[in-house]
């Protein structure tokens, strides 16, 4: 019996440091601090890094589809 009851209170003893944490992350917001100052500048320094083409030189084809009609019957 006894060690049931240790084994109760370990639990709830992990339980409760588990929920401490949670509300630390949460009070503190500090998932939004690790996105904000983390993740965002790698992510911004990784994909500013593509290659990209220049929308703005692309050349304009009027004639590249088909022609469209409107059928009326």
Do not use: C
């Not at 944490?21 to 690790?34: I, N, R, S």
């Amino acid at each position: 019996m006894k060690k049931g009851k240790k084994l109760l209170m370990a639990a709830a003893g992990g339980l409760g440091a588990l929920y401490a944490a949670l509300f630390a992350v949460f009070y503190f917001d500090l998932d939004g601090k690790l996105l904000f100052y983390v993740v965002e500048p790698f992510l911004k320094k990784h994909y500013d890094k593509m290659p990209r083409r220049d929308i703005t030189k692309m050349r304009y084809d009027m004639d590249k589809y088909g022609a469209y009609e409107y059928k009326t019957e």
